[in-house]
Nanobody, 123 residues
Framework: QVQLVESGGGSVQAGGSLRLSCVASGSGYTYSADGKSMGWFRQVPGKEREGVARISTRFGSTYYPDSVKGRFTISQDNAKKTVYLQMNSLKPEDTAMYYC????????????WGQGTQVTVSS
């Protein structure tokens, strides 16, 4: 079982920045291995959860959808089993609950979810 704990959410004005962190713990799951990635999703009430960034824990390759490309950066510290999401130039439409997830590499297939952290961007 793996536990993912997010932190760093909060309220910010448009144009501002936030950095989210997600720490993985638990046994029975090899954090950095072929086929494993970590990612961030977001969800607003009434809409589907949207993947916004993912990173291969072994190779460090990243992927972003166009909606956040150039503004969001995912990074990791494998020694700490921690993944980060740096969010810059935030917009009100970035307001959502943000979730960390353990993924199958190259996909948005989720093995484990975190509990979420709220990000609110005011205009």
């Amino acid at each position: 079982q793996v536990q993912l704990v997010e932190s760093g959410g909060g309220s910010v004005q448009a144009g501002g920045s936030l950095r989210l962190s997600c720490v993985a713990s638990g046994s029975g799951y090899t954090y950095s291995a072929d086929g494993k990635s970590m990612g961030w999703f977001r969800q607003v009430p009434g809409k589907e959860r949207e993947g916004v960034a993912r990173i291969s824990t072994r190779f460090g390759s990243t992927y972003y959808p166009d909606s956040v490309k150039g503004r969001f950066t995912i990074s990791q510290d494998n020694a700490k089993k921690t993944v980060y999401l740096q969010m810059n130039s935030l917009k009100p439409e970035d307001t959502a609950m943000y979730y960390c997830a353990a993924l199958r590499t190259g996909t948005w297939y989720v093995y484990y979810w975190g509990q979420g952290t709220q990000v609110t961007v005011s205009s």
